[in-house]
C-alpha cells in the first residue's frame, strides 16, 4: 500500500506543493499514479523526503541534488565522497577561524624563509598560508573588500601580516554567510587596531560553524538510513 503525499508533508512540516518540487527537480524518483491521478509515494520516497530535508541545512540545496542524483544512478560512493568534501571544507574554515583569533592576539604571523628572513610573499604565498585561492583574493581585491597595496617598481600586489589577517577574516566570514557591510566594518576597526568585535564575530563564526557541524552530522544519519532503504550498503 502506498503513502499519501499529505501524510509525508504532515511529518515534514512542509506542504504537498514541496514534494512536487522535489520530483520535479529530478532529486527523487518518479511516483506511479493512482486512478485517481493522485501520486502514490512508497517507503523508499519517504526516505528520500526525510533525507532531502536533513541535509538541506547542513549541506544546502546544490550539494543534495548532486547527492541524490548519484543515489538515483546507484553511484553510491560518488555521492558519499561529495558529503565527505563538504565536511573537510567545514573542518578547514573552523581551523582557521581558531587560527585566526589567534593571530589577532600577536602582532605578527612571523612567516619567514628559510634562513629566517622576513619572507616577501607572493599571491600565490598567500593562497597557499590561508587556502584561500588567488582568484578569490583577486575578486574581493576587485570588490573593494580588500585594499591591497602594490610594488611601485614592478606593480605586483604587496602583502604584510595585516593583509593576511584580513584575507583570513573574509574567508571565514564570507563561509559564515556574513553580509559584505559587516565584513567591511570588521576590517575597518582592525585598521584602526579594534580588535575586540573582530574577535567577537570570529567567535559567533565558530558557534555557526558548531550549528552547521550538527546539522551535517543530522544530515549524514538521514543519508546512510536512505542507503539503507535503496540497499546500497
Keep these: 500500500m502506498g503513502i499519501r503525499p499529505i ?13 512536487k518540487h522535489y520530483e520535479k527537480w529530478g532529486i527523487v524518483p518518479p511516483a506511479e499514479r493512482a486512478p485517481n491521478g493522485y501520486r502514490v509515494y512508497t517507503e523508499e520516497h519517504a526516505a528520500y ?31 558519499l565522497w561529495i558529503v565527505s568534501e563538504v565536511q ?8 582557521l577561524a581558531e587560527r585566526t583569533i589567534r593571530i589577532l592576539d600577536t602582532e605578527q604571523l612571523d ?7 622576513k619572507k616577501e610573499l607572493t599571491i600565490g604565498d598567500v593562497a597557499a598560508e590561508t587556502g ?24 605586483y600586489r604587496k602583502f604584510d601580516d595585516a593583509q593576511i589577517r584580513q584575507i583570513m577574516i573574509i574567508r571565514i566570514l564570507r563561509s559564515a554567510n556574513y553580509p559584505l557591510e559587516v565584513i567591511k566594518d570588521v576590517l575597518q576597526e582592525l585598521e584602526h587596531h579594534h580588535v575586540h568585535n573582530a574577535r567577537r564575530v570570529l567567535k559567533d563564526t565558530l558557534v555557526y560553524l558548531n550549528y ?8 549524514v544519519h538521514y543519508l546512510y538510513q536512505l542507503c539503507r532503504v535503496l540497499k546500497l550498503m
Excluded at 501524510?7 to 514534494?19: M, P, R, Y
Excluded at 523526503?49 to 541545512?57: G, K, L, N, S, V
Design 7 to 19: 501524510d509525508i508533508a504532515k511529518k515534514l512540516g512542509i506542504t504537498t506543493s514541496a514534494l
Design 49 to 79: 523526503f526525510e533525507c532531502i530535508r536533513a541535509m538541506f541545512p547542513g549541506f544546502g540545496v546544490d550539494v543534495t541534488k548532486k547527492v541524490m542524483v548519484k543515489l538515483q544512478e546507484q553511484e553510491v560512493d560518488e555521492a
Design 88 to 95: 573537510a571544507r567545514l573542518q578547514q574554515d573552523k581551523i
Design 111 to 117: 612567516i619567514v624563509d628559510a634562513r629566517g628572513r
Design 132 to 155: 584561500v585561492p588567488t582568484s578569490a583574493i583577486r575578486h574581493w581585491e576587485k570588490e573593494g573588500i580588500l585594499n591591497l597595496p602594490r610594488d611601485q617598481d614592478n606593480g
Design 212 to 219: 552547521r557541524n550538527h546539522n551535517q552530522m543530522r544530515g
